[in-house]
Nanobody, 127 residues
Framework: QVQLVESGGGLVQAGGSLRLSCASSGRTFSLYAMGWFRQAPGKEREFVAGITWSGDDTRYAGSVKGRFTISRDNAKNTVYLQMNSLKPEDTAVYYC????????????????????WGQGTQVTVSS
């Protein structure tokens, strides 16, 4: 069982930055591919970024590419999402997700592919 706890959300002005963290329990964090998703009010949950268990490969949604960076520290059982140049349309609840990565080289980008989810952290970007 994997438990995920997000932190780092908050209120920021447009153009500002935030770094989200997702801490995982368990001793096998390095065997899991990780992802970040977000859900705005009245909208479906959408993929933001994903990373392989090794951190060697990443993938981003087009709307955040060039502004957000996903990274992980397997020694600390933590995955991060650095968000720069934030826009009001980035306002959402951000969720961390994990899935057992048997391939070792695949970035998962759909919610259905992830088995474990955090409780979410609110990010609000004011204009």
């Amino acid at each position: 069982q994997v438990q995920l706890v997000e932190s780092g959300g908050g209120l920021v002005q447009a153009g500002g930055s935030l770094r989200l963290s997702c801490a995982s329990s368990g001793r096998t964090f390095s065997l899991y591919a990780m992802g970040w998703f977000r859900q705005a009010p009245g909208k479906e949950r959408e993929f933001v970024a994903g990373i392989t268990w090794s951190g060697d490969d990443t993938r981003y949604a087009g709307s955040v590419k060039g502004r957000f960076t996903i990274s992980r520290d397997n020694a600390k059982n933590t995955v991060y999402l650095q968000m720069n140049s934030l826009k009001p349309e980035d306002t959402a609840v951000y969720y961390c997700a994990a899935t057992r990565d048997y391939s070792g080289s695949y970035v998962y980008s759909t919610a259905a592919e992830y088995d474990y989810w955090g409780q979410g952290t609110q990010v609000t970007v004011s204009s």
